[in-house]
């Protein structure tokens, strides 16, 4: 078991964006997940958490949608987020180049 940076991403556009896919034969827990803000303006986002790779997501995927963040400012979550292999979580930013997000948890081999 390995604790770590599962994965950064500063939201490049409005769109899903993978914050972090479980590898291969490996399993994984994401323990928290910060967003900060880097805008002078308020900004929402979104989390979700993808089943398997070539999945779309619907609405039962979403832990977070279109929740607000105050300008400046940021918000961490404590999930405790259970993964298989090729699970992922998707992040999504209300605006291009305003929201980072980065998770934290461990990784399991298999």
Do not use: Q, W
């Amino acid at each position: 078991m390995a604790y770590k940076v599962l994965g950064r991403k500063a939201a490049a556009a409005t769109t899903e964006e993978e914050l972090y896919t479980v590898p291969s034969s490996s399993a994984a827990v994401v323990s928290s997940i910060v967003i900060a803000n880097r805008s002078a303006s308020a900004r929402t986002y979104r989390l979700s958490v993808k089943p398997t790779s070539g999945t779309t997501i619907a609405d039962e995927h979403y832990i977070a949608y279109d929740v607000a963040i105050a300008a400046n400012d940021s918000v961490a979550l404590t999930l405790g987020i259970t993964l298989a292999a090729g699970n992922s979580v998707r992040c999504y930013a209300s605006a291009a180049s305003s929201l980072t997000f980065t998770a934290f948890g461990s990784e399991l081999s298999a």
